[in-house]
């Protein structure tokens, strides 16, 4: 991929499978998050919002996402026990005991209560819908406690598209710092330093002054609790996490990374993501999001566009080069790693190289995230298909079966 260099710089460590997911997980909570404060408004002014029959298949209140997992259930999910196997056969008893114990403890997921009408399952083909005598498929009337549904699946070319626009970002602040003798200005006219840059020295090639305009859009912090996301269960600081992987690109003439500086522009193209992910929520409320690729967030970037044109500043007509450039580049990464599968030795992996080198902390997050790489369309698929499944066992239900004229 060495044709890319001069565009999106040569970040092995920010274009892995590794910075993919994280950046695609950081939208997945702004989306959350503006859909929790829209719901929470919502309430506010519209009576029975959230009621509904739960015993009734047609009875639907207006929530529209009822069935859906939360911005506060993913920030603390619920922990699948573990089970303790007996390796003694007269243990079986003592362990059928502990399972029930779990059982009685409720699920290991968040559930909503609704009757939901399904396709029965072909008991000789479970993949097929069972029909009947006239070729109809028959349904059931599945009762009870139903497991929530991931809101959105972020396909791996959305998140490919996310971080090629990050590092095409990032090398453009590289090229602002070397250019000035490796330094920035200091964090409060490091923006300024670096869309001064980039109009003089690359015009409408560079991407840099429309990101940093774009982040100041919406007021994020408003709709975006990024507090709670940095303070849950599972923690994430998606602006740190960037920084810690990008500053080693960025010394200065004594070996020191000009972090504060780096940060805030980091920080600009973090707060882009966050007003992407609430325009994006108020673009589809009311709809299923269901799986979102490339064509979604470019829509979004178009009206980002478009609204930085109406300011009366002006000058951000849309950039079709450089989101062309990022189409070729995620459909150039996916052939590549197909072409790699498709060479590999059958039924063999990589096989490891052994060194005497000792290994850093860098070296193994590098490492781990290398060996990631080649699985992106196989993740893609398996997302995809998660989310088309019916999770028919996960519900605390009992069936009744119906026939739909």
């Known amino acids: 991929m060495s044709e890319w260099v001069d565009t999106i710089g040569d970040f092995k460590t920010l274009t892995q499978k590794a910075v993919l997911d994280k950046i695609g997980n950081a939208v997945y909570l702004y989306v959350l998050a503006r859909r929790a404060g829209k719901h929470a408004e919502i309430l506010e002014n519209v009576e029975n919002y959230e009621e509904y029959d739960s015993t009734d298949p047609e009875s639907i209140p207006l929530d529209p996402y009822f069935r859906f997992e939360t911005f506060d259930q993913v920030l603390s999910p619920k922990k699948k026990p573990t089970k303790k196997r007996s390796k003694k056969k007269e243990d079986d008893e003592d362990e059928e005991e502990a399972d029930d114990d779990d059982e009685d403890a409720g699920p290991y997921y968040y559930t909503y209560n609704h009757s939901e009408l399904k396709a029965m399952k072909d008991p000789k083909d479970r993949k ?97 609790d990024d507090s709670a996301i940095k303070g849950a269960d599972s923690p994430l600081d998606l602006g740190d996490y960037l920084l810690t992987r990008a500053s080693k690109f960025f010394k200065d003439n004594k070996n020191r990374s000009p972090n504060k500086a780096l940060s805030v522009l980091i920080e600009s193209y973090v707060a882009f993501l966050k007003v992407v992910s609430v325009l994006y929520i108020e673009n589809i409320w009311g709809k299923n999001p269901g799986a979102t690729h490339i064509s979604v967030f470019e829509g979004v970037i178009r009206q980002m566009y478009l609204l930085l044109s109406a300011d009366e500043k002006g000058g951000h007509s849309f950039q079709y080069e450089i989101f062309d450039g990022a189409h070729d580049w995620v459909k150039a990464t996916e052939e590549a790693a197909k072409k790699e599968r498709d060479t590999k030795p059958a039924g063999g992996g990589r096989k490891k190289k052994t060194s005497t080198k000792k290994k850093t902390k860098d070296d193994d997050e590098e490492d781990e995230e290398s060996e990631e790489v080649d699985n992106d369309e196989v993740d893609a698929e398996v997302e995809e298909l998660a989310e088309d499944e019916d999770d028919e066992d996960d519900g605390e239900a009992g069936a009744e079966e119906v026939d739909l004229e």
């Open 128 to 224: 097929k819908s069972l029909k009947g005598s006239d070729g109809k498929v028959k349904y059931e009337i599945v009762n009870g406690a139903q497991k929530v549904k991931k809101f959105l699946t972020i396909g791996v070319d959305a998140k490919k598209f996310l971080t090629y626009l990050f590092n095409k970002f990032l090398k453009e602040s590289l090229d602002c710092f070397e250019h000035n003798g490796n330094k920035f200005k200091s964090s409060s006219e490091v923006s300024e330093q670096l869309c001064d840059y980039v109009i003089k020295n690359k015009g409408d090639e560079g991407i840099a002054p429309f990101i940093i305009a774009a982040s100041k859009l919406v007021p994020v912090d408003n709709f975006v």
